[in-house]
């Protein structure tokens, strides 16, 4: 740090992503990517005459991804936003609705962005502990006074919230923004996009990075009333109003014209999920019902940290947490089914021989 830091950021503990090694080749489980490539439409969409145009700077409104994005869920182009990542949606709706002592409020264990820009917003962030099977209890956050910021999935557990509940948290905070963060819904769970027609408060946060195959693109958006949706613009506008190039336009754009791709693409994730849970749970291990790309799984006697150091050095990367109720878990990544093969693999090996699994 210089001493030229203004000092209102000197204590932030920034967000650790996940590991990107570049030294060796990983079976890489650890920053839910997706395994499959985006659709062939997105490939043919980068051509040399795009890169070409990258002499121009891109449409700052991002007037064909919106219109697609728009007509992909039904609704208006005024309803939908487009940021450099759904991150930048986050920090966007944090300086919005919770900076500088206005509150905010999470769960305890969740996306590790949302205390780091509450941080950074000096929001007043209140955190609601998940019950003891790591649900969300909706009446912690009925009359929040504050934003409410929820991701469902849930993240690191992978479990989810039907609508019908998500409502009631809306219906008990008509004054506060509820931001629903989405990143995996696609892999079974029910997004709350259809409620957003009904509800002023509610900002719907979605990413291309995880159901389809574009993390490297950097593109997130989100789906709310046109107030909510002219409040992040007047934002985005005030920072980096062409944070999104013209290559990820286009891919996003191109990925929007193949949903069936995409679908098939969710569909087999989830069944690798299925099959590798039932696969961890032979050998012992608890593995909660996901219903994201990922496995929240403890194996018995064996600390989430051991079990990454094991896996890594069998050439796996998964991700451990260190908070006193996840430090005995890993998240997994879904990956391919030989992937996940190995995986189990390499658990087996890991709890040796004789650890017979107790009986569930
Ligand atoms: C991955 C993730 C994001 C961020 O996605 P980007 O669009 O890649 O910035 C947001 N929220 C949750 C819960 C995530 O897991």
């Given at each position: ?31 839910n990517e997706s395994p ?190 046109a107030d909510l949706i ?92 260190s908070k006193p109720r ?35």
């Open positions: 740090m210089s001493r030229y830091l203004d000092r209102a950021y000197a204590g932030l503990d920034a967000y650790t992503p996940g590991e990107q090694p570049q030294d060796r080749t990983y079976i890489k489980l650890n920053t499959y490539p985006p659709a062939p439409a997105v490939l043919r969409a980068i051509d040399a005459a795009s890169v070409a145009d990258l002499r121009l700077y891109p449409d700052p409104a991002c007037t064909a991804l919106t219109a697609a994005l728009a007509e992909t869920y039904g609704v208006q182009p005024e309803n939908v936003f487009v940021a450099n990542g759904s991150d930048d949606i986050l920090n966007f709706a944090f300086t919005a609705y919770g900076a500088n002592g206005r509150r905010v409020c999470f769960p305890d264990i969740s996306y590790g962005f949302y205390p780091v820009y509450a941080a950074l917003h000096h929001s007043e962030a209140v955190t609601r502990p998940l019950r003891e099977d790591f649900s969300i209890d909706p009446a912690d956050y009925f009359e929040a006074g504050g934003m409410v910021c929820i991701a469902n999935p849930n993240a690191p557990t992978g479990l989810s919230l039907p609508p019908d509940v998500i409502e009631d948290i809306l219906r008990h905070n008509p004054d506060q923004v509820v931001l629903i963060d989405e990143a995996y819904v696609d892999f079974g769970a029910t997004s709350v996009v259809p409620l957003t027609a009904c509800y002023e408060n509610l900002l719907v946060v979605q990413t291309f990075s995880k159901s389809r195959s574009l993390a490297g693109g950097r593109l997130g958006y989100a789906i709310g009333c002219a409040d992040l613009m007047r934002l985005k506008f005030s920072t980096n109003p062409y944070a999104i190039n013209r290559l990820s336009l286009l891919a996003a754009t191109a990925a929007l014209s193949d949903p069936a791709y995409y679908r098939e693409n969710c569909a087999r994730i989830a069944q690798t999920r299925e099959k590798t849970a039932a696969a961890l749970r032979t050998l012992g291990l608890t593995v909660l019902p996901s219903k994201a790309n990922f496995l929240f799984a403890s194996a018995p006697g064996v600390d989430g940290e051991t079990l990454y150091l094991g896996l890594k050095a069998r050439g796996i990367l998964v991700r451990y947490f996840t430090r005995d878990f890993v998240r997994i990544t879904i990956g391919t089914p030989e992937e996940m093969e190995a995986l189990t693999a390499a658990v087996r090996d890991i709890l040796g021989p004789g650890e017979t699994p107790p009986t569930a």
